[in-house]
């Protein structure tokens, strides 16, 4: 099982980074897009990961996020390429589903419009996130709550 995996609805979850085999199981539960935002240099980065998600009939989408230094230029691109898959079933990684959850929890408030407390109790089953976070959650305008 892909480490740190949330299911969100029926055609979201999110999680750590998967093996070979657990790109496989992916495809065997019916995800159509697998959309990477690792850096390449992520310690547990999978070599050749594109091919592998190709090569099981999946799309594979990369957006590299360095959330050492977050732009607004980061969300929303996230948001653009979410807005294009939204009617496949997608699941978005990065090296331990940090930066995955804190975008999804984003999305969530200010395209789905869901309530940002709500939203934020989600997050919080996932992981903790780090000050930085609630910071650009306000930056992108979102109350910041917490």
């Given at each position: 099982?892909?480490?740190n995996f949330y299911q ?113 109790t989600t997050l919080r089953e996932i ?20």
């Amino acid at each position: 099982m892909i480490g740190n995996f949330y299911q969100y609805s029926e055609n979201l979850a999110s999680g750590a980074q998967p093996t070979e085999e657990e790109i496989a199981e992916l495809k065997k539960d019916g995800f159509e897009v697998v959309f990477n935002i690792s850096t390449p240099s992520a310690k547990n980065a999978l070599p050749n990961e594109a091919a592998r998600v190709e090569k099981e009939g999946m799309y594979y989408m990369h957006f590299p996020v360095d959330c050492t230094n977050l732009q607004p230029i980061h969300y929303e691109t996230f948001e653009g390429i979410m807005n294009g898959v939204k009617n496949k079933k997608v699941f978005v990684h990065c090296g331990g589903n940090i930066k995955s959850s804190n975008l999804i929890h984003m999305y969530d408030v200010l395209v789905n419009e869901k309530d940002e407390a709500e939203s934020l109790t989600t997050l919080r089953e996932i992981q903790q996130p780090e000050d930085k976070w609630f910071v650009y959650f306000k930056q992108m305008g979102m109350k910041g709550i917490r």
